[in-house]
């Protein structure tokens, strides 16, 4: 599986961004897919996930309410829709696909090579 993220940049508190995550390779078996950021100096932290059969989704406390995960099956695609971003939002965005269906970063078997999402205060 290979994973292909875009979307990050360089945004004002408050504004969006959205990014995107596009999968290929052998992905007809991934469970789902979901996004983990990590800030300098941070661990790496669960985003967002969503399972491709049934779409639901799943969030870390810190975004709920403003970042919304959505997929596409026909393309492979999920994208994470972040608003009202705040400055504790910067860092790297990664996507990544798990071997079974737990959302931390130990049981990740694939990893996109992250995006940078910057958030000016």
């Known amino acids: 599986v290979q994973l292909q993220a875009s979307g990050g940049g360089l945004v004002q508190a408050g504004g969006s961004l959205r990014l995107s995550c596009a999968a290929s390779g052998r992905t007809f078996s991934n469970y789902g897919m979901g996004w983990f950021r990590q800030a300098p100096g941070k661990e790496r932290e669960f985003v967002a996930a969503?399972?491709?059969?049934?779409?639901?989704?799943y969030y870390g406390d810190s975004v709920k309410g403003r970042f919304t995960i959505s997929r596409d099956n026909a393309e492979n695609t999920i994208h994470l829709q972040m608003n009202s971003l705040k400055s504790e939002d910067t860092a790297v965005y990664y996507c990544?696909?798990?071997?079974?269906?737990?959302?931390?970063?130990?049981?990740?078997?694939?990893w996109g090579k992250g995006t940078l999402v910057t958030v000016s205060s």
């Open positions: 990544a696909v798990p071997r079974g269906s737990r959302w931390y970063p130990e049981f990740m078997d694939y």
């Open positions: 969503i399972t491709w059969s049934s779409g639901m989704t």
